[in-house]
Structures are given as structure tokens and as C-alpha cells.
């Protein structure tokens, strides 16, 4: 069975760093995308970027680029999301995803959700 | 790349049918053959329910059906019932390796 666990709800304060994580299961993890996905409180979703375990092949979509990095560490078939400075804005719930290719590409599983509060 | 536009609500009886619109522009849902369907009940993570315009994933019922015409694919639900209320995003290949998301629909099975 395909799972992908995040890792537990932050709290956090303005201008602290962050590093979440996606650990894969039931699959070859160096074999699909990880994207992340975020979504704000009572909004939709929006996708952040991807990354391939395989060769740490990272793509981010032009709204998160130099915002976030991501990242993966494939010995443990665990994919990151971090941030150096948070900010309130930031506060949101975090998806990984699995995504089937890079180009076209389904996301066909989804993580439970990492929340991020971030606030003063 | 601007979000999709979805309705925000629609409603419907049990045993009816309901059609969710997404709309886009020829550089995602009118270019690419990729555009997927995803269920969400408060609190929980998206489901896929439509992927490639029209295909089921094992397990979805054939209640869920995909299409497309032109910037505008559409999620057809018949036969509504009690748990299929939720929140329906879609979404599109958007080129460079980019998707893109609607703004979510707000199914109400009255």
C-alpha cells in the first residue's frame, strides 16, 4: 500500500526556520515525483513544486521559488520542505504529494497534511 | 498561472446528477490531456477521483465521470448520494513541469 506520513503540526514564530518531511512507503520511492502543495486556511490549493528522489531533480513553480526549498534524502525515502524565515503568511496546511511524471503528470497520492502556524 | 475558475457551490438531491465546471485558458486546460479531479472532506487529504480528462482510478465509482471541451473540462456526478458532499478541486497541467488548481467547489447533496 502506497503512504506517504508527514511529519506532526508546527507552531512557530516570525522569522524562525522550519523543515518539514514526507516519509514514502509501499513503492519505489527514487521512482515518482514528490510535490508539495499548500493551502491556506479556508482556501484552495496551489502547488509549490517537485522534486525526483532519484537524483534530487528539484523544479519549483515561479510563486515559491526562492521562498522555500526542497529537498529529499532517498536512504530514507523521506522528502523535506523547509523555510529559513517564516512568515504569519506562511501559516497553512502542507500537502506531499506523489506525482506519476513531470510532464502531465497525476498526483494519484497525497499526504495527511502537515499543519504550520506560524504567529507572534 | 491564475487559478482555475470553478464554481463555488453547486447542490443537488440524492439520485441526481451535478456537473462541476473548470474553466482555464489554452495554455493548461485547453493544452494538455491533464486534467484531474480531486474529492475533499473537511479535514482530510484529496482523493483522486478523475485523472487524464476522463480516467477512474480502481475503486472510484463510474458515478464519476471526466470530460473536456476546448478551456473547460467538467466533473459529472450521477446517481448523488450522501457521501459524495465534499469539496472538488481540479486541476491542469500547466506547461514547465507547473499544475495548476481551481478554487474549489463546494458539493451540497441536499
Known amino acids: 500500500e502506497v503512504q506517504l506520513v508527514q511529519s506532526g503540526a508546527e507552531v512557530k514564530k516570525p522569522g524562525e526556520s522550519l523543515k518539514i518531511s514526507c516519509k514514502g512507503s509501499?513503492?519505489?520511492?527514487?521512482?515518482?515525483?514528490i510535490g508539495w502543495v499548500r493551502q491556506m486556511p479556508g482556501k484552495g490549493l496551489e502547488w509549490m513544486g517537485i522534486?525526483?528522489?532519484?537524483?534530487?531533480?528539484?523544479r519549483y513553480s515561479p510563486s515559491f521559488q526562492g521562498q522555500v526549498t526542497i529537498s529529499a534524502d532517498k536512504s530514507i525515502s523521506t522528502a523535506y520542505l523547509q523555510w529559513s524565515s517564516l512568515k504569519a503568511s506562511d501559516t497553512a496546511m502542507y500537502y506531499c504529494v506523489r506525482r506519476t511524471s513531470l510532464v502531465g503528470g497525476t498526483i494519484d497520492y497525497w499526504g495527511q497534511g502537515t499543519l504550520v502556524t506560524v504567529s507572534s | 498561472q491564475s487559478a482555475l475558475t470553478q464554481p463555488r457551490s453547486v447542490s443537488g438531491s440524492p439520485g441526481q446528477s451535478v456537473t462541476i465546471s473548470c474553466t482555464g485558458t489554452?495554455?493548461?486546460?485547453?493544452?494538455?490531456?491533464?486534467v484531474s479531479w480531486y474529492q475533499q472532506h473537511p479535514g482530510k487529504a484529496p482523493k483522486l477521483m478523475i485523472y487524464d480528462v476522463y480516467k477512474r482510478p480502481s475503486g472510484v465509482p463510474d458515478r464519476f465521470s471526466g470530460s473536456k471541451s476546448g478551456n473547460t473540462a467538467s466533473l459529472t456526478i450521477s446517481g448523488l448520494q450522501a457521501e459524495d458532499e465534499a469539496d472538488y478541486y481540479c486541476c491542469s497541467y500547466a506547461g514547465t513541469y507547473t499544475l495548476v488548481f481551481g478554487g474549489g467547489t463546494k458539493l451540497t447533496v441536499l
Open positions: 509501499g513503492y519505489s520511492f527514487t521512482s515518482y515525483w
Open positions: 489554452s495554455s493548461d486546460v485547453g493544452g494538455y490531456n491533464y
Open positions: 522534486i525526483y528522489p532519484g537524483d534530487s531533480d528539484t
